[in-house]
């Protein structure tokens, strides 16, 4: 195929990365620690809450999971409570802790955790003698969760949210940033998120004192001794300095590449606001603003004449241009299949009939016209 990949959601450089990796090569702190991750924390913070919450980056938003659900207590034995619509990483840190997931449906208003399902959730696993040690609830795609439901409802049972913002950064609820609303916050800044240290994420905490038991487990619990000594099972979390000059670079652009993704959705709301039976996923009210970090469509058959999520997959695939269905459900995973699951069936609906679409900051006018090209035809409107 000669015409070139147009990517879901690619890297995109601002420029200053270079300078602060090769600050980190001409000072020889290319080792974990140095002035790039302080600086990154640092930078993180003001954005977030202009300094009110602490931030540790580490490895992965993976391993800030993990991490978060070791300072939450989760052993093994106990339950978690998990959104079912998400990417596994979401997941597989409780089984690092030898807990159990107990997953939890969807709402349609923002696809996200169900407070009714999750208040069903947690009285049955009481009456069944367990009572969730932890909530993890996620921001998909950018849109925030219902956080005041579901704050309200891990309150009444005095449960801990563990908030899933790995494809949030930037956006925020009634003005306040995704990121700070749990107990312990998670980001990511894998290569496909809306900034990138190439890998990496990081840890929100409330306090400093909770940030430094953070960073503990995150550098092999290290006892405070003059020889290696350890009194507790530690991870080697921490990220490296080269990586943090990447991400200090990317902050500088964050704000842009928000505008950009918001109007990449602002684009596919055009293209399809003549198209019968296509929703593009949108905020319920102007309390959420989302970074719409990929932009994703449903698709009724019933309304769009036959036409399926899957059938305009495959037509843009055959132009090179990547899409990808949303979330498999944690519950319909073959791994998971086991684990208890409560609700109706909102995000196996959601997952049959929604489709992710190019969404990258860095995309092109030519990038834009190529798609809506094959839309239009797939739709039989003029491109």
């Not at 009714?116 to 993890?136: Q, Y």
């Not at 990258?360 to 003029?382: H, M, P, W, Y």
Request: aromatic share 10%; charged share 20%.
């Amino acid at each position: 195929m000669n015409k070139s990949k147009i990517w879901l959601s690619s890297p995109h450089m601002g420029g200053s990365e270079q300078k602060y990796v090769q600050e980190a090569f001409d000072t020889n702190w290319v080792a974990p620690l140095g002035p790039n991750v302080t600086g990154l924390e640092k930078d993180l913070e003001k954005y977030l809450s202009k300094g009110e919450v602490a931030v540790g980056v580490l490895s992965s938003g993976t391993a800030a999971i993990h991490l978060g659900l070791v300072l939450l207590g989760v052993t093994s034995g106990d339950e978690v409570i998990c959104q079912s619509m998400t990417f596994s990483a979401s997941v597989n840190p409780i089984f690092y802790q030898g807990a159990t997931p107990v997953f939890v449906d969807s709402e349609l208003d923002t696809w996200n955790l169900c407070p009714i399902a999750l208040e069903v959730a947690i009285k049955d696993r009481i009456t069944k003698g367990k009572k969730p040690k932890a909530i993890i609830a996620v921001h998909l795609y950018g849109v925030p969760f219902q956080i005041e439901a579901i704050r309200a409802v891990a309150d009444e049972y005095a449960i801990p949210i563990l908030e899933d913002a790995a494809e949030a950064l930037g956006s925020s609820y009634k003005r306040r940033k995704c990121g700070t609303f749990g107990d312990i916050g998670v980001l990511s800044f894998n290569g496909n998120k809306i900034i990138t240290t190439s890998g990496g994420g990081a840890i929100v905490m409330p306090t400093v004192a909770l940030k430094e038991r953070a960073i503990f487990f995150a550098t092999q619990s290290r006892d405070d001794a003059p020889h290696y000594q350890h009194s507790e099972i530690g991870y080697n979390y921490r990220m490296s300095n080269v990586c943090a000059g990447i991400g200090r670079g990317q902050m500088e652009v964050l704000d842009e590449h928000v505008v950009q993704r918001r109007a990449m959705h602002d684009f596919y709301v055009t293209v399809f606001k003549d198209v019968r039976g296509i929703t593009v996923f949108t905020v319920p009210n102007n309390d959420y603003f989302a970074n719409y970090w990929l932009s994703a469509v449903l698709v009724d058959p019933e309304m769009a004449n036959g036409m399926t999520r899957e059938t305009m997959r495959l037509a843009l695939e055959a132009e090179n241009i990547e899409s990808r269905p949303l979330w498999k459900p944690m519950h319909l995973q073959p791994i998971f299949q086991q684990c208890p699951y409560y609700g109706k069936k909102v995000a196996e609906t959601l997952f049959e009939n929604g489709l992710c679409l190019p969404s990258g900051s860095n995309l092109t006018e030519e990038d834009r016209n190529r798609i809506q090209s094959v839309l239009a035809k797939l739709f039989g409107q003029k491109a």
